[in-house]
């Protein structure tokens, strides 16, 4: 089963508002990702955790905040967002037995609309 | 540098066509990954294939076959005979060993018309 699950689907947010991502897997995958994805554009990594600890962070805005409470999930935490940073946002996961050669698995995204 | 470029913005066929994306890779790496995802209108990532640098056979599985040449750092993926169901934005990623970021191409929208 190669299942990654992200809630909710969609989510419409104002610019004071503070709202989390979810995202969940049962594949026994050590890393997991945070993606921002806009329309017509490929997938930007944002952060990644390997086995429960931030291995990378391409310099995110602290407006987005990331947490792995355990091995199967990860939150994304928003908070004060701007307009601009309504996009699709999509969760992976990889075993990392040697990370270059795991692929990554993706969940189906949140749409995120920031008014 | 590592770069993935996938020069076709938008590809348009008929059913029942055969047809190739193509994508282009530059890395100083000798050993790297390279993945097709597959992006349907409902958003989610399906991951296709997995190419590992040292292993250049080609690959085929039912409608998809993938051609990958390290003499050009190519890495086509054709399908054949077209259905309206494979109307994605493909994407061609590149990897290296140790790392944990991907590198996604701009992606090719096919459009299958019936």
């Known amino acids: 089963d190669t299942e990654v699950t992200q809630t909710p689907k969609h989510l419409v947010m104002g610019m004071t508002n503070k709202k989390s991502l979810k995202c969940e897997q049962h594949?026994?995958?050590?890393?997991m990702y945070w993606y921002k994805q806009k329309a017509k554009k490929p997938p930007e990594l944002m952060f990644v955790y390997s086995y429960e600890k931030l291995s990378i962070n391409e310099s995110v805005p602290s407006r987005f905040s990331p947490e792995c409470p355990n091995s199967s999930l990860l939150n994304l935490h928003l908070h004060a967002l701007q307009p601009e940073d309504s996009a699709l946002y999509l969760c992976?996961?990889?075993?990392?037995?040697?990370?270059?050669?795991?692929?990554?698995?993706f969940g189906p995204g949140t749409r995120l609309t920031v008014l | 540098a590592q770069k993935v470029t996938q020069a076709q913005t938008e590809i348009s066929v008929v059913e029942k066509e055969d047809v190739t994306l193509d994508c282009v890779y530059e890395?100083?790496?000798?050993?790297?990954?390279l993945f097709w995802y597959k992006q349907p209108p409902s958003g989610e990532l399906v991951f296709l294939i997995r190419?590992?640098?040292?292993?250049?056979q080609n690959e085929i599985s039912g409608r998809y076959s993938w051609n990958f040449q390290k003499s050009t750092s190519s890495f086509n993926f054709t399908i054949t005979a077209s259905q309206v169901v494979d109307s994605a934005v493909y994407f061609c990623a590149l990897r290296n060993t140790g790392g944990f970021k991907t590198i996604f191409g701009a992606g090719t929208r096919l459009f299958v018309k019936a």
């Open positions: 190419r590992n640098s040292f292993d250049e």
């Open positions: 992976a996961s990889s075993q990392e037995r040697g990370a270059g050669t795991d692929t990554q698995y």
């Open positions: 594949m026994g995958h050590r890393a």
């Open positions: 890395t100083r790496d000798t050993t790297y990954y």
